[in-house]
């Protein structure tokens, strides 16, 4: 079963009211299988409590409804994403470390949709292009990341390099929406994905 807790960033201190931080941990890792399960528009918030082991009442003590429970999960999402992605973006020294740190990104995507699977429903429901999505503040970081790195590096692309990575990105994102972690054709897929991208960035960076 997937560890639904949090390895990167905090507990956002703007939760609505103070509360013990495992209560708190027990609701979103609720929320987070919930969403993962239903998408917003299916998850219920009793369901959300019976799995967290608090009273729906408890629940609408600390959120006023489903919307708000997403906004503070989003805050986490992206917190681990970039914990998870940030460094081993930094970490390229040469364009030649490029493939390989792309292999590794698709990974780290893939191992982050299994241990919190509510990232990508709610990344569906709410479009990317809205600055308020989760996928959208994820992919802005990833973009702005990436190309700083390349830069850099000194690496030059034919066009603007942030639509370059910003098509790697959502190709990457998409993929994983649409191979469920429990697909039996999963492995595969991650593996054609990675090649694919190193492929296409390896054409477009002249590599």
Same mark, same amino acid.
């Given at each position: 079963? +997937?560890?639904? !807790?949090?390895? &990167? &960033?905090?507990?956002?201190?703007?939760?609505?009211?103070?509360?013990?931080?495992?209560?708190?941990? &027990?609701?979103?890792?609720?929320?987070?299988?919930? @969403?993962?399960?239903?998408?917003?528009? $299916?998850?219920?918030?009793?369901?959300?409590?019976?799995?967290?082991?608090?009273?729906?009442?408890?629940?609408?003590?600390?959120?006023?409804?489903?919307?708000?429970?997403?906004?503070?999960?989003?805050?986490?999402?992206? +917190?681990?994403?970039?914990?998870? @992605?940030?460094?081993?973006?930094?970490?390229?020294?040469?364009?030649?470390?490029?493939?390989?740190?792309?292999?590794?990104?698709?990974?780290?995507?893939?191992?982050?949709?299994?241990?919190?699977?509510?990232?990508?429903?709610? &990344?569906?429901?709410?479009?990317?292009?809205?600055?308020?999505?989760?996928?959208? =503040?994820?992919?802005?970081? =990833?973009?702005?990341? @990436?190309?700083?790195?390349?830069? !850099?590096? $000194?690496?030059?692309?034919?066009?603007?390099?942030?639509?370059?990575?910003?098509?790697?990105?959502?190709?990457?994102?998409?993929?994983? @929406?649409?191979?469920?972690?429990? +697909?039996?054709?999963?492995? *595969? !897929?991650?593996? *054609?994905?990675?090649?694919?991208?190193?492929?296409?960035?390896?054409?477009?960076?002249?590599?």
């Amino acid at each position: 079963m +997937a560890d639904h !807790r949090w390895s &990167g &960033g905090t507990m956002n201190s703007s939760a609505p009211h103070a509360l013990e931080a495992p209560e708190l941990e &027990g609701i979103l890792a609720a929320a987070d299988i919930e @969403f993962g399960a239903y998408g917003l528009a $299916g998850a219920k918030i009793s369901a959300i409590a019976e799995r967290a082991g608090v009273t729906v009442a408890r629940i609408y003590e600390i959120f006023p409804d489903l919307e708000a429970i997403s906004a503070q999960l989003s805050n986490l999402y992206l +917190a681990e994403a970039m914990d998870r @992605f940030g460094p081993l973006i930094a970490e390229a020294t040469s364009v030649d470390d490029i493939p390989d740190i792309i292999r590794e990104l698709v990974r780290r995507g893939a191992a982050l949709q299994e241990r919190h699977p509510g990232y990508y429903a709610l &990344g569906s429901v709410a479009f990317p292009a809205h600055e308020s999505s989760p996928a959208h =503040m994820v992919r802005e970081a =990833m973009v702005g990341a @990436f190309a700083d790195a390349l830069d !850099r590096l $000194g690496v030059r692309v034919d066009g603007d390099v942030r639509l370059v990575v910003d098509l790697a990105i959502e190709t990457t994102r998409n993929t994983l @929406f649409t191979t469920p972690i429990d +697909a039996p054709d999963r492995t *595969e !897929r991650m593996a *054609e994905l990675e090649e694919m991208l190193v492929a296409y960035l390896s054409s477009r960076l002249g590599h």
